[in-house]
C-alpha cells in the first residue's frame, strides 16, 4: 500500500511543480513592472473626452481625428459620424487640451489666406490660357473658311466668265457654279458664328480678374 501511494507522490510532484511555474510566470506577468524595468506594460484607460451638443443632439466624443488652430475634427462613439468643433465651442475636456490661441490662429489663417489666394490666381492663369486657346482656334477657323471662300471666289469669277453670268455653258458649269453660290452662303454663316464665338470668348477673358 505504502509503495503505491509512493509512486502516486512520486507521479504527483513533478506536475505540481510544473503547474507552479507557470502559476508563478502569470503572477509575474500580471504584477508591475518596476521604475528600472525597459519595459512597462500600461493598463488601457478610456480617457473621457466629453459630449457635442449639435443641432439639438448630444453625442458622445470618442476620439480626435485631426485639428488645426482654428477647429477640432472629432468622431462620436457607436459610428455616428462626427464634425468639426470650434476650438472656442469644445467641451471642457478637450478645450484643456486644444485650447484657442488667438496668435496660432491669426498665423494659421494669414497661411490659409495666401493659399487660397495663390490657387486663385492659378485657376484664373488656367482659365485665361483656356480661353486664349479657344479665341485661337475660332479665329483659325476663321482663317482657313476664309482662305477657302477666297478659292471658291476665284473659281465662280471664271464659271461666270465662261458662262456670262449663268446664262449659258454647260450644263455641268452652271450646276457647278450654283453649288460654289450655295457653299459661300454657307461659308459666310458659318464665319458670323464664328465671329459671334469669338465676342463671347473675348468678354469671358475680360471678366477674369
Known amino acids: 500500500m505504502k509503495t503505491k501511494l509512493h509512486r502516486h507522490l512520486l507521479f504527483a510532484l513533478p506536475l505540481l511543480a510544473a503547474a507552479n511555474a507557470l502559476c508563478a510566470d502569470a503572477v509575474s506577468a ?13 493598463p488601457a484607460i478610456h480617457k473621457d473626452l466629453g459630449c457635442d451638443i449639435h443641432d439639438g443632439k448630444t453625442n458622445k466624443i470618442a476620439r480626435v481625428l485631426n485639428a488645426d ?4 475634427y472629432v ?10 468643433i470650434s476650438r ?8 484643456a487640451t486644444y485650447p484657442y490661441e488667438p496668435d496660432k490662429a491669426a498665423a494659421f ?21 483656356s480661353l486664349k486657346q479657344k479665341e485661337q482656334q475660332l479665329l483659325a477657323e476663321i482663317a ?16 461666270n466668265q465662261i458662262t456670262n453670268g449663268g446664262r449659258r455653258g454647260g450644263g455641268g458649269r452652271l450646276v457647278r457654279l450654283e453649288q460654289l ?14 465671329k459671334l464665338q469669338v465676342a463671347q470668348v473675348r468678354a469671358q477673358m475680360d471678366r477674369v480678374p
Not at 500580471?30 to 500600461?42: K, M, N, T, Y
Open 109 to 129: 489663417l494669414e497661411q490659409q489666406a495666401r493659399v487660397n489666394e495663390a490657387r486663385q490666381r492659378a485657376y484664373r492663369e488656367s482659365l485665361r490660357n
Open 30 to 42: 500580471l504584477a508591475p513592472v518596476s521604475s528600472g524595468s525597459s519595459v512597462a506594460v500600461a
Open 69 to 72: 488652430p482654428l477647429n477640432v
Open 75 to 84: 468622431l462620436y462613439e457607436g459610428g455616428k459620424g462626427g464634425r468639426k
Open 144 to 159: 482657313a473658311l476664309d482662305s477657302q471662300n477666297v478659292l471658291d471666289q476665284k473659281e465662280r469669277t471664271t464659271l
Open 181 to 194: 453660290q450655295d457653299k459661300r452662303l454657307r461659308l459666310e454663316k458659318r464665319v458670323e458664328e464664328l
Open 88 to 95: 472656442l465651442e469644445l467641451p471642457p475636456q478637450l478645450a
